[in-house]
């Protein structure tokens, strides 16, 4: 995937184009690789995501390497555009949590091998 706004992506695991809450960001490139709706980032991560337990540590929230992989919690807030207000998502400039290539592997998984476009959680778009 390419650099492309995360907004334009469909989640990773489900395909749903709404909105993503979590974007999956390589932070070697800095490119983002992907992201996860609300329910596919709870069933990947549970709530440690929400919790910010992994906010403190540059390294991996599973071990002591580097971390390599980015998520990022998506945050939406109001722009004008052309006179009227939109709702545009950004991702957040410190990740909720960050790992190492080992741990990020899972990750990576499925971030790679998404489900065809349009397939979402609740079967609609």
Not at 35 to 41: E, L, P, Q, S
Not at 94 to 120: F, I, K, N, W, Y
Request: proline share 6%; aromatic share 4%; with cysteine.
């Amino acid at each position: 995937m390419d650099g492309a706004p995360p907004t334009n992506r469909p989640c990773v695991t489900c395909g749903s184009r709404h909105a993503l809450d979590y974007v999956v960001r390589d932070r070697g490139s800095g490119l983002t690789v992907g992201g996860f709706c609300r329910f596919c980032a709870l069933d990947e991560f549970g709530e440690s995501l929400n919790r910010g337990l992994w906010k403190h540590s540059d390294g991996c929230a599973v071990c002591e390497r580097d971390g390599y992989i980015a998520i990022l919690e998506n945050r939406p807030h109001l722009v004008s555009d052309g006179g009227r207000e939109v709702i545009k998502h950004e991702p957040a400039a410190e990740p909720s949590m960050l790992l190492c290539d080992e741990h990020a592997h899972g990750v990576l998984q499925v971030v790679r091998s998404p489900t065809p476009e349009g397939q979402g959680r609740d079967g609609a778009d």
